[in-house]
């Protein structure tokens, strides 16, 4: 059986689906592991990396002949269509945003499997690539805003003076929120944190962190994930938390609804309330963005001076780690349903819809896209 | 031998009881202070054939039956002692202190029958306590025993109207006792003996299996005490030494242990008179789980060689990673053996335990992975669990269906002990019951992580 | 001996008694119990000075019983305190 | 008397030397302060702010009228030339690089004093810019190296594998290198050092970071400073320190020797020992640079894919504090010889030569160039 | 009143007796245990005006005489007590203790003449006893009080042939002592009496200003033997316990504090015996300094109001900053207002004590610039200087020219203690010496600091 | 009293005498010695006992010295004790 990663071709990717190291787990069970040259260039993982740790270059087209397809971004309808019947793939693969690619998948009798919906069970944690992700996220956010900030982070008293730390606040405290808070806090910020899941209080305390307490009902959802708030609600919030982000000199924000817009947690009013030299850093810009005026990719400037940075691939701006991090979901996922090669029996995929995991990430099988999602 | 020279001896030999339980107290003595004791009661022993009493000829008078009598009761006691199991130490100690007063007991009957109308009053009331108290401790330590080996069930035994028994098989011993001193006889003092033994056994019934160790103390207290009563009708000051030493610290003892398991002391030795008949059969059985002392945790980490510490969310929300890399650096400064087991899933992120202790500085080598660190669990000493529940609970690995099912889990169940630091007996993220709680090798430590972490580092400063 | 200086004796011994395992920590409660049960069982002194004076075979019945009572208390108590004590013999520095 | 700061026109300055909360001390002993309009705007301090706190604002020319001249950068030989005989200026005016100005200041009869001159003792650390922008260095240096790594810096373990540290190396440990050692090991990186002087080792431990033992001798120079090194010396620090260096994420090298070109610690053959993805920040970039290859204000990126960031104005990339830091530096210095307006009295300044900060630092003085600086 | 009864409420003194060593060892308890103590006392001496010995009758003869001289006594002792200053109150320990010596001895001599020829050889021998060591604890007292009370040199008085003279007056007492024994009469005990007073000048002199608290101390123990000897002799239960229990605890205080002080017992006391004459004049006088233990550091915190933390470069060196944090989440949970002093300059790097400090998780609230703490020194107890040294050193205000004249300083010279944790007397970085530690508010705690920190944190868990 | 029974209330004197004070912290050690140094002051017991039985005047008059000395140790000897102990107070909580 064959394992091929192609190389990313969406813009701005900078992470391969297998880093060299995880190689050896796939070829041990009896898989053959192509990667096509040039994958893992951004990842600092040469060609020659990859060779050595049993793996095969492709220079050619190498999609036709796989049996299991690893990439992070959903491959493109044009790539989906190349691939054999029956083959497998396993990436990111958005129910809402990836629409074309799940049709092709099914139209192309694949069986794809989305990351996304990976159920947040304990047993599937290790396959958990949002998690792993936003990680990667979090703390680059922190870094990014302390890149662009004026103010040092740490308080430090000096012969020419006292330095006062910089107030951060961190907006939605999953888990890159919770890493932007620990390297916020790391680098010597004063942090605070809001969230309105109800178990968040303490996780934020846990990170030695402020808690935001704003006497709003808490929302909570399936699977550990927040609800999607009313209009009314988010209004609320957003006067509540208005005191606290004019006093603050960075805002990280990664709130998140799965399948849904970003929500809105910061208006024009709120940023202007902010001083110069301030600095936003909005991981959800791309999904809609929690701050309005955040453009994913873009380093906004308001006339009052705020630096909106809007976050775009920012895993992949620590392209090594989240790789690192990254093909090893993968590859969790992928010896789920890999029967290792025995005595005289090849290796084989044996996909147990029975599997809660296999059966909550699979998209599309035998030809068309499975259940509702 | 000169009653002086005897009377020193029996002196140096009370000195060495003191230095004995001294040393008893504290663990790097307690060894030494046990074979001082041993030395001072040998000393005694042989002392006492040299010299018996004023105007008494030497040798002893029927030293074949002494000397018989003491080869029998080493043939018995000594392979009982060497062979019991660890477990069943408990029990034995239960037994051994029953026949100690009983002898206590014995004594006093005899010289009683010996000393017969010449025996002045005082004797006479030395008398019938020891007698009194000799036998309540040698029936209600057989109870103890019986409760402790299960041959009787360790639940409070407990009959209607059973405190009006008490109470009267009390009243009934105080007045035979008055009888005894006025009228003198054997008669009355058999009949105080029966009555004695039978409050003993109706003492013990209604204490329930955890309070029972608490029993055995008091009752060795009492022997103590009976053994001062016979050094004074017997004119020794050894003996009103030694009995009262044990009489003192065993009463100290007595309520330490109370504390300890969080009893209390008037509510167990009581219980007899105040308890009711209750319907046993009615309300689930509350599973008994061993909690510790922060004493205990102390000592069962110095006495280890190698501990794996393992961290969880609630040593985050205690925010004790200052402490525990603290108590951590004690036990490498012993020369133990120490690593952080560290879960993927610890805590509530990623990373969530690195980032705590990082911020403490301990040192990354000290930190091992899931999969480095379970292998070594079969020659840990001790796993400490500090605020984590899920990452080391075994339904993971026992019980299809259950919602951590087929995660991985650091194996501490593989470590000759196991403490929990924890504030309750509630679950932990996953919400689901951890069996390794109820498991006889773990000890709880209840209480939020860093108040314990900090009990524990002092208590084992103080060793 | 004088009532007073059996009393006075009594006293310092239960402060004695009281002192010196005041600090015990917890986990030496069982072997402590069972130290000062082991030396309770001196109460053989006790047992030998009856027996030597006994005077009727009851008298002397009941004294070697006494006795075996009594070493077995003295004896195996100190054995099993031992025993006990062996986790503390301190097999590292 | 007039304290005139002007906008600074070195390309990339964005520090102003004075900064709005610190006029008050100057006012107080009866100085006017009159700022150019908009130089405080890169360390968002606006004309408002100033003027809110007690200076006067000018859009003209403001330089002829000038008693004192407060700049970070050397004033040019033309703004020089515009001074007032018998005024002062307090700058950097390195009397190495800034010959041209320190001609012309003393051309125009002006007291021009370096604050690369102040001496390293006691008392003058309040005056201490270079230590209060090394500060500013050291922490810059290790934000960018972190921005550019490709790896996370703490250990991480997860339940999608362990991350293993970063490991930093920091050479030269004088302020600068201690703050770029803080920084990273806030961070979470392993952090080792090296420094030719010999307190360095306690210096370096006592950040918690482990000290290299090349066992060369060490090199101490006056005023705790280092000295040169010797080529033969050179060449085998380089030597020993290479498999250090092969086996660093992030080398950040800060070694000076002042009035000297920096010290070439690294060859580019040391450069190429290091693997793809690792990062050199060189902050002696723009005084010849520690690192072959190093250019100040890029970042170069090798063949083997190691990048080498040139640091330029580093202490500008944090424009607000260390333009706090630089305003107290220099108004510390200025208050040292400014009497008070008192009763009836004007404010004077007292320039008293036997004061050794005084001597050590002014370059010029009544028309010439003082001592042999 | 019965003998029983007296007896028994001599027992009960000496019970309170115990009970006032016991609480004076702990500071929660010292002053209830004092009045104990004077509880006691009292008791004691008032149940001897109901009862004197076995067929006296009461009242007491010379009652007035009794009661004149009780009253004389207290007029001069509780002023004296009440008067005395805080700095002056050791030497009044030690007339105290020789004025107890000294009545001692004379309660042996008059009940020596009392019983004349009657005298048992035992009583005799206490009496020697009594005499002997009272009249060395009355003189020896005396010239330690002149010696702390700078009437006499406090250095060691050292003469030609001391030692051979001190032995020579040793072995004449105890030849007298023998004579007393042999022959009973008056002018031997005189003379004996007399030997005695001239040994214990000869033992005193030459001691050191520095050791004489131990000397005290030592008499001190003395004295409660002579007490318990004279127990004996006049046949009192109580003053047998009372001696023999301050004789005990005084004899183990001795050792204690010699220890405390870092002072070889043996070579206190017995360099009288091997002390040769010194050349006095010759190598410059070592500077004294006040150097504490981690218990005396904890104590002085614990009863503060505000404590100041002035970290420096030594606790980075060290890696002290998570003790210091534990040190100061304690005070801070007794309710000490507790602050860290910053100087800008501390440690070798800007903002080197914010760095550490951060890492421990200090919150910065708690962090004080140099002229926000500076005014504040005056209303604080304790200033700890942790590892820091320029950074206070009094020189950079006071004298000119120096290396770090001019530099603000922390003047943690206006508190009302210093404690300095340092490792040594070595200068920091500027290398120039500080006075400050010299100065007699200063108490310097000797190690490294994390060490020291660590034996503080204990002994004020302990407290 | 029988010397058998004062050498056992000695020896058991001796041992509470050193375990009262065995835990003693340093900065106690002055106010302890005055406080044991007060209570050996009760040798004024002893001194009122001679002093009822004293029979010439030079026993009288050495008997009321010693008692004078001994209320001088006692008293003051507990004032000063308590004095020093003032800071102790405990001014908090
Ligand atoms: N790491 C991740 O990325 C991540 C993310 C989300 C969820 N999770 C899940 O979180 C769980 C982590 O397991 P875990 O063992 O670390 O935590 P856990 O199973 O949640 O157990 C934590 C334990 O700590 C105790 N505790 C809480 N506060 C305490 C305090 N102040 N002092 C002492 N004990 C305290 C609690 O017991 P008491 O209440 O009795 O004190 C609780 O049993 C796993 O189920 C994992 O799947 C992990
Ligand atoms: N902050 C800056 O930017 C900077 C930069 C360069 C220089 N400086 C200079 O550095 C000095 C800083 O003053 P400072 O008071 O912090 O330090 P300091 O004056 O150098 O004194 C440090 C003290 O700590 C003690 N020490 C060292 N290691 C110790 C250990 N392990 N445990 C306990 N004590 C230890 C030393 O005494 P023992 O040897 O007796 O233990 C020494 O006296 C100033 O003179 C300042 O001008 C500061
Ligand atoms: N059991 C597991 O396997 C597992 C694994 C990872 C995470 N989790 C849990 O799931 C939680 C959420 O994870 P995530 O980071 O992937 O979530 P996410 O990326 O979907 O959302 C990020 C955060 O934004 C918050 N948010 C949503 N709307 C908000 C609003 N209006 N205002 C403020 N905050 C808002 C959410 O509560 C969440 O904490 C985590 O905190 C963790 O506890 C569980
Ligand atoms: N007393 C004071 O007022 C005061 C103030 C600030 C700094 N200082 C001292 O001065 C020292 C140096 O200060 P700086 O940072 O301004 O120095 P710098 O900027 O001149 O040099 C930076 C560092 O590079 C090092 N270096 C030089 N040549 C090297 C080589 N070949 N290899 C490796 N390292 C080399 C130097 O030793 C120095 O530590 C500080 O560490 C500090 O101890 C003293």
Redesign the interface.
Known sequence: MRVVVPKEIKDGEKRVALVPDVINKLTRLGLDVVIESGAGTHAQATDADFKAAGATISDSEVLSTADAVLSVAPLTPAQMAKLKKGAVTISFLSPVTAVDSIDAAAAAGVTAFSLELVPR???A??MDAL??QA?CAGYRAVLVGAEMSPRFFPMLMTAAGTVTPAQVLVLGAG?AG??AI?TA??LGAVVSAYDVRP?SA??V????ATFIELELESLEGAGGYAREMTEDRAAKQRELLTPYIAKSHIVITTAAVPGRQAPRLMTQAMVDSMGPGTVIVDLAAETGGNVEGSKPGEIVTTSGGVKIWGGKDVPSQLPFHASFLYSRNVVNLLTLFTKAAKEGEAVAFDLNFEDEIINGAAVTHGGSRRGAK | MSR?LY??VG?A???A??L???G?????T??R???I??F??TL??LV??FY??PG?SLP???LG??L???V???L???P???K?Q?TQ??Q??AL??G??G???A??A???Y??LGAEATT?EVVFTVFTVIVGCVSFSGSIITFLKLQELMTTRPVIFPAGRFIIAATLVSVIGVGGWVVSSLGTTPLLVLAGLSLLFGVLFVLPVGGADV?IV??LL?AF??L???A???V????????????????????TR??AE?MGRSLFGTLFGAFTAKPQDTSGSAEERPVRS??P??V???LN?A?RVVIVPG?GL??A?AQ??V??LADMLIA???DVAYG????A?????????LL????VP?EQ?A?MDEVNPTFGQTDVAIVIGAN?VVNPA?QTSPGC?????PILEVNQAANIIFLKRSMRPGF?GIENELLYDPKTMLLFGDAKASLTKVV??L??? | ?E?MA?VS??VL??????E?????????????????????????????????????N???G????????????????????????E???????
């Not at chain 3, 011994?13 to 009281?18: L, S, Y």
């Not at chain 3, 009941?62 to 006795?67: C, E, F, G, T, W």
């Open positions: 069970i304990s047993r944690q290790s998690t792993s990680l888990v919770l890493q620990a806090r790391r178990a303490d996780e305390r846990s990170m030695g | 002086t009377d020193l002196l030999a009370g000195v009881f003191i004995a339980l001294k008893l107290s504290h663990p790097k307690a060894r202070g046990n074979l004791g041993a001072g009661a005694a022993t006492v054939f018996a009493n008494s002893l008078n029927n039956w002494i018989g009598a003491m029998v009761g080493l018995v006691g000594v009982a002692a060497r019991v660890m130490m408990p034995l100690v051994f202190n026949v100690g009983g002898a206590a014995l004594v009957i005899v010289e029958l010996h005082a160790p055995i103390s060795n022997t103590g009976t053994v001062a016979s050094g004074y017997l004119d020794s000051v050894l003996l009103i030494i030694a009995g009262t030493l044990v009489g003192a610290s065993g009463t100290i003892l330490k242990m300890a510790g002392s004493d205990d102390a000592i069962l006495y060689r969310f985050a929300v925010q200052h402490t890399r603290e012993k020369g133990i560290i879960h993927p899933v805590g509530r992120m990623p990373g969530h335990m690195n980032v990082a911020e403490a500085n990354y930190l992975e899920d993971a919602p951590i099912y087929g995660m996953a002092s208590a400063k103080a060793l | 001996m009532p059996i004796i009594f011994a239960v402060f004695v008694g009281f010196v395992v005041s600090k015990v920590s917890s986990t030496l409660h069982t072997p402590l119990m069972s130290g000062a049960n082991a030396i309770h069982g001196v109460i053989l002194v006790g047992a030998i000075i009856v027996a030597d004076h006994s005077s009727t009851l008298e002397l009941l004294a070697v019983a006494a006795i075996v009572l009594a070493t077995i208390n003295m004896v195996g108590g100190f054995v099993v305190t031992d025993r006990m004590l986790m503390f013999k301190g097999n590292k520095k």
